[in-house]
């Protein structure tokens, strides 16, 4: 599978959620396809589902990777809002639907691209 491929090769730059920062000429299917990619990361065991020890286990590598500690707590609460249908586990869907509303947030005049203006913010 091609796309399976892909986010292999990609996996090691996506650890981070940092890695998701939005970039000057990233465009919305770039944020798409970057999401995920961060989901098959997340999703160790490959259920299609992240679990909340799933999730503890990626927030817990990302905080060491930039030397901070990850707290219970915090993964808690970062679940609660990424499982909005509150079924338990975080769906691709779910997690798309994050980092998108990041992305527009970001994409401040609404073309669908990060402009180098919105990406220094
Ligand atoms: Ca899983
Ligand atoms: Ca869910």
């Keep these: 599978m091609k796309t399976l491929?892909?986010?292999i090769a990609m996996g090691a730059l996506l650890i981070s959620?940092?890695?998701l920062a939005q970039?000057?000429?990233?465009t919305r299917?770039?944020?798409q396809a970057a999401s995920a990619?961060?989901?098959?990361?997340?999703?160790t065991n490959g259920d299609g589902?992240?679990?909340?020890?799933?999730?503890?286990?990626f927030m817990t590598k990302a905080a060491e990777k930039r030397g901070e500690t990850m707290d219970q707590a915090k993964v808690d609460r970062r679940f609660k809002r990424l499982d909005t249908n509150g079924d338990g586990s975080?769906?691709?869907d779910e997690l798309a639907a994050e980092d998108l509303a990041k992305f527009d947030r970001a994409d401040a005049n609404k073309n669908g691209v990060i402009d180098a203006d919105e990406a220094a913010q």
Excluded: W, Y
Excluded at 37 to 43: G, I, Q, T, W
Excluded at 49 to 57: I, N, W
């Design 5 to 7: 491929k892909i986010a």
């Design 90 to 92: 975080v769906s691709a």
């Design 49 to 57: 589902k992240a679990s909340p020890a799933e999730l503890l286990a």
């Design 37 to 43: 990619k961060k989901f098959k990361n997340l999703d």
């Design 23 to 26: 970039k000057a000429g990233q």
């Design 29 to 31: 299917a770039d944020a």
């Design 17 to 19: 959620g940092q890695a």
